[in-house]
């Protein structure tokens, strides 16, 4: 970094006009940010951040040290950057701090930190701090300063270069779109050949895949069920129709960003592609096998580092990413950079679930205008030519193509075959996306008092009937049962072989695959990790319950049927972060008893299982209930959402939706205190980024 100074630049003692006194001096300032290190409000990592750019021009402004500690700060609850006029106008809200569930004494808050700051009085000791670079002006004298400020948002530079590299990745795939397959329409016209009711508009599965096949980058968007793998499925053999007959079929990749998700494509993707009329040598090139992301960029252990990057890129033609909701700014950055120029990219995935836990919203971003469409002349003209489709009456809104530049190349899927119009699920959902608390009250009043319901409401639920619900579920109907965890634990004891039957007997891994598909007939979904409310209450909770009914041997520790979760990748043993696995007794391999042995699904799409020692399992947690983020890319045929007794920032419109959408049959909101839901379904999540394209 070069040590340059600036005219701007204040000494470091000199106070800002009418500062509030925490940003008179250094000592001020680190003291109070010291004292939010300790009280959890920010991360060591953001305090040991400001250290280091103390370190390196120990005469910076607070105003500068303070931002940076913010911007740095803002990267752990999801922003990508500090955005300094939002900060100004909400400093709490815009910061969420004091954070979730903080009771302690008072402490001064960023509003307090912040009073008296204008926008004008920040930007300018931004702007001539030798730490900052100005985006504005591609000077390589600015290259080395960790700070960057980009109209009027502060980045860590690294996570600005992220944005910038994506962005211009997809500026340059847009720039040069591909040949479309000889015969475009006629084989749509084979692929797609379902009589679309008159009053159900256009086959928007059949625009999606014409858009994806003339590009080097194509994104379908859609709710659960809208038919996302049905229509890349298809994208995928009307491609290869045309690269097998011309002798050179695609290198094709499937990917999505965990295990669990990977799993679910692969099974989807593998049931589709018998159905699909074409060719044994077409069916045979399309791939069923669908790895992580990470397992596919080639993550190496403790390093940030992939093997494939812009220097050593995929040998692939093309590649699908599914769940792409959850790939985080720094993940899509690398995907990015290890794609071929000449390979096409799908991306899949629902633009209003919650996003990546890490920073960014990357597919949210680009989906922007999903909605509305957007598309300009040219794209409409070219897409009823080719589709043989009328977008006439879609009241899709007319686009620009400087302005929608991503737009040309995605399409909002808007029929949801699994939810159709008379699913409780599925206008659960809606009422939940649209954001009318009103609406979500009487669908979860309707329909929980329907016959044979799909959805339950338990409003104002009693603790003794809260263990009964998360044991037992709700009673059978016609559907069959919405269970509860007594569930996968009678399958346990139930299915169980005999106990001489040897330890290698492929009846062991068929019982543990039988254990594991039943503990995903129910899942508790909890807003948050800590209280009684949360995760870790709930999980103690529910043990004591399964222990106290004899369903489980003790509450605590390694026992048989115990869930875990992984928490971290664990290269070695081949587990990645959010992989579930259940202890199991299985017979020792030298025929001397039994021992408890954790099974994990494989994720290459079969079900297979793999079976670890519990010993060996390093940062796993006990996961009856897990959280909303958590259970994303999975589904369970009973889902509950369980909502805290008081209201929160992180209780919002997406995760709702998040939550209500993991159901594939059954669906039970579980309601601790009035008013609450309500409020969620009217907050909605804004992540803070730059990535516009
Ligand atoms: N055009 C279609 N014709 C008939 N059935 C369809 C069609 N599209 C989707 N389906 C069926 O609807 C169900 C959901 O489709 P699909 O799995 O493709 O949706 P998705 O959007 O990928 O779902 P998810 O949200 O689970 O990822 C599947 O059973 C699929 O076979």
């Given at each position: 970094?070069?040590?340059?100074?600036?005219?701007?630049?204040?000494?470091?003692?000199?106070?800002?006009?009418?500062?509030?006194?925490?940003?008179?001096?250094?000592?001020?300032?680190?003291?109070?940010?010291?004292?939010?290190?300790?009280?959890?409000?920010?991360?060591?990592?953001?305090?040991?951040?400001?250290?280091?750019?103390?370190?390196?021009?120990?005469?910076?402004?607070?105003?500068?040290?303070?931002?940076?500690?913010?911007?740095?700060?803002?990267?752990?609850?999801?922003?990508?950057?500090?955005?300094?006029?939002?900060?100004?106008?909400?400093?709490?809200?815009?910061?969420?701090?004091?954070?979730?569930?903080?009771?302690?004494?008072?402490?001064?808050?960023?509003?307090?930190?912040?009073?008296?700051?204008?926008?004008?009085?920040?930007?300018?000791?931004?702007?001539?701090?030798?730490?900052?670079?100005?985006?504005?002006?591609?000077?390589?004298?600015?290259?080395?300063?960790?700070?960057?400020?980009?109209?009027?948002?502060?980045?860590?530079?690294?996570?600005?270069?992220f944005?910038?590299r994506i962005a211009q990745a997809l500026?340059e795939r847009?720039?040069?779109?591909?040949?479309?397959?000889?015969?475009?329409?006629?084989?749509?016209?084979?692929?797609?050949?379902?009589?679309?009711?008159?009053?159900?508009?256009?086959?928007?599965?059949?625009?999606?895949?014409?858009?994806?096949?003339?590009?080097?980058i194509?994104?379908?968007?859609?709710?659960?069920?809208?038919?996302?793998?049905?229509?890349?499925?298809?994208?995928?053999?009307?491609?290869?129709?045309?690269?097998?007959?011309?002798?050179?079929?695609?290198?094709?990749?499937?990917?999505?960003?965990?295990?669990?998700?990977?799993?679910?494509?692969?099974?989807?993707?593998?049931?589709?592609?018998?159905?699909?009329?074409?060719?044994?040598?077409?069916?045979?090139?399309?791939?069923?096998?669908?790895?992580?992301?990470?397992?596919?960029?080639?993550?190496?252990?403790?390093?940030?580092?992939?093997?494939?990057h812009a220097?050593?890129?995929?040998?692939?033609?093309?590649l699908?990413?599914?769940?792409?909701?959850?790939?985080?700014?720094?993940m899509m950055a690398h995907l990015m950079a290890a794609l071929?120029?000449?390979?096409?990219l799908?991306?899949?995935?629902?633009?209003?679930?919650?996003?990546?836990?890490?920073?960014?919203?990357v597919?949210?971003?680009?989906?922007?205008?999903?909605?509305?469409?957007?598309?300009?002349?040219?794209?409409?003209?070219?897409?009823?030519?080719?589709?043989?489709?009328?977008?006439?009456?879609?009241?899709?809104?007319?686009?620009?193509?400087?302005?929608?530049?991503?737009?040309?190349?995605?399409?909002?899927?808007?029929?949801?075959?699994?939810?159709?119009?008379?699913?409780?699920?599925?206008?659960?959902?809606?009422?939940?996306?649209?954001?009318?608390?009103?609406?979500?009250?009487?669908?979860?009043?309707?329909?929980?008092?329907?016959?044979?319901?799909?959805?339950?409401?338990?409003?104002?639920?009693?603790?003794?009937?809260?263990?009964?619900?998360?044991?037992?579920?709700?009673?059978?109907?016609?559907?069959?049962?919405?269970?509860?965890?007594?569930?996968?634990?009678?399958?346990?004891?139930?299915?169980?072989?005999?106990?001489?039957?040897?330890?290698?007997?492929?009846?062991?891994?068929?019982?543990?695959?039988?254990?594991?598909?039943?503990?995903?007939?129910?899942?508790?979904?909890?807003?948050?990790?800590?209280?009684?409310?949360?995760?870790?209450?709930?999980?103690?909770?529910?043990?004591?319950?399964?222990?106290?009914?004899?369903?489980?041997?003790?509450?605590?520790?390694?026992?048989?049927?115990?869930?875990?979760?992984?928490?971290?990748?664990?290269?070695?043993?081949?587990?990645?972060?959010?992989?579930?696995?259940?202890?199991?007794?299985?017979?020792?391999?030298?025929?001397?008893?039994?021992?408890?042995?954790?099974?994990?699904?494989?994720?290459?799409?079969?079900?297979?299982?793999?079976?670890?020692?519990?010993?060996?399992?390093?940062?796993?947690?006990?996961?009856?209930?897990?959280?909303?983020?958590?259970?994303?890319?999975?589904?369970?045929?009973?889902?509950?959402?369980?909502?805290?007794?008081?209201?929160?920032?992180?209780?919002?419109?997406?995760?709702?939706?998040?939550?209500?959408?993991?159901?594939?049959?059954?669906?039970?909101?579980?309601?601790?205190?009035?008013?609450?839901?309500?409020?969620?379904?009217?907050?909605?999540?804004?992540?803070?980024?730059?990535?516009?394209?």
């Open positions: 970094m070069t040590r340059a100074s600036s005219n701007y630049e204040l000494p470091f003692d000199a106070p800002a006009p009418q500062a509030s006194p925490d940003l008179r001096d250094r000592e001020s300032l680190l003291g109070l940010l010291d004292a939010w290190v300790e009280r959890g409000w920010l991360r060591r990592l953001d305090r040991a951040f400001v250290g280091f750019l103390l370190e390196c021009r120990p005469d910076t402004q607070p105003l500068v040290a303070v931002a940076a500690a913010l911007a740095s700060h803002q990267l752990g609850h999801g922003h990508v950057c500090l955005d300094l006029a939002l900060t100004l106008e909400r400093p709490d809200e815009a910061l969420s701090l004091p954070p979730e569930g903080d009771m302690g004494p008072s402490m001064r808050l960023p509003s307090d930190l912040l009073a008296g700051v204008d926008a004008a009085t920040w930007l300018a000791a931004l702007a001539g701090s030798p730490l900052v670079a100005d985006a504005a002006r591609a000077d390589s004298t600015d290259e080395g300063r960790p700070l960057v400020l980009d109209a009027g948002r502060l980045y860590l530079r690294r996570y600005w270069d944005e910038r500026r847009l720039a040069h779109p591909v040949e479309t397959p000889p015969n475009l329409a006629q084989s749509l016209a084979l692929l797609f050949d379902e009589t679309q009711a008159a009053d159900s508009g256009p086959d928007w599965q059949k625009l999606a895949c014409a858009l994806a096949a003339r590009g080097r194509g994104i379908v968007t859609g709710g659960p069920g809208t038919g996302k793998t049905t229509t890349v499925v298809r994208l995928l053999a009307l491609l290869q129709m045309a690269a097998v007959e011309a002798g050179r079929p695609l290198r094709i990749l499937l990917s999505a960003p965990t295990g669990k998700a990977a799993a679910r494509l692969s099974a989807s993707i593998a049931e589709q592609v018998g159905r699909l009329p074409v060719s044994d040598a077409v069916r045979a090139a399309i791939p069923t096998e669908v790895s992580t992301l990470h397992r596919l960029l080639g993550s190496r252990p403790d390093t940030r580092h992939f093997r494939h220097g050593n890129p995929l040998l692939i033609d093309m699908v990413v599914d769940e792409a909701s959850m790939i985080d700014v720094e071929p120029p000449h390979a096409r799908v991306l899949l995935g629902d633009k209003d679930q919650l996003a990546s836990v890490e920073a960014g919203a597919l949210g971003d680009l989906c922007r205008d999903a909605d509305a469409g957007h598309y300009t002349p040219e794209t409409l003209a070219w897409l009823e030519q080719a589709s043989g489709e009328s977008l006439a009456g879609t009241g899709l809104s007319p686009g620009d193509a400087e302005r929608h530049a991503m737009a040309q190349q995605i399409v909002m899927l808007r029929r949801s075959r699994r939810f159709g119009a008379g699913s409780g699920i599925g206008q659960l959902a809606r009422a939940v996306n649209a954001g009318l608390p009103q609406e979500v009250r009487t669908v979860l009043e309707r329909e929980s008092a329907a016959p044979d319901p799909d959805v339950y409401d338990t409003r104002g639920i009693r603790p003794d009937a809260l263990d009964r619900l998360l044991l037992d579920g709700h009673p059978a109907s016609a559907r069959g049962k919405p269970c509860g965890y007594a569930h996968y634990l009678d399958v346990m004891q139930r299915t169980r072989p005999a106990a001489d039957i040897p330890g290698d007997d492929p009846a062991w891994e068929s019982w543990a695959a039988r254990v594991l598909a039943a503990f995903d007939a129910f899942r508790l979904l909890c807003a948050v990790r800590k209280g009684e409310q949360g995760v870790e209450g709930l999980n103690a909770r529910i043990a004591r319950a399964l222990c106290a009914r004899g369903l489980i041997e003790q509450e605590l520790g390694w026992y048989e049927g115990r869930p875990v979760l992984v928490t971290r990748n664990d290269y070695a043993l081949g587990l990645m972060n959010g992989d579930i696995g259940i202890a199991l007794r299985v017979p020792q391999g030298d025929g001397e008893g039994t021992a408890l042995r954790v099974a994990f699904p494989r994720s290459d799409g079969t079900d297979g299982v793999r079976f670890a020692l519990p010993s060996r399992l390093n940062a796993v947690e006990t996961v009856y209930a897990m959280t909303v983020h958590k259970s994303q890319g999975s589904e369970f045929a009973h889902t509950a959402l369980l909502l805290p007794d008081r209201t929160s920032p992180i209780l919002t419109r997406e995760l709702v939706y998040t939550g209500v959408t993991r159901a594939r049959t059954w669906f039970t909101m579980v309601e601790t205190a009035p008013g609450v839901l309500e409020e969620a379904v009217a907050r909605r999540v804004r992540r803070i980024s730059g990535l516009s394209v």
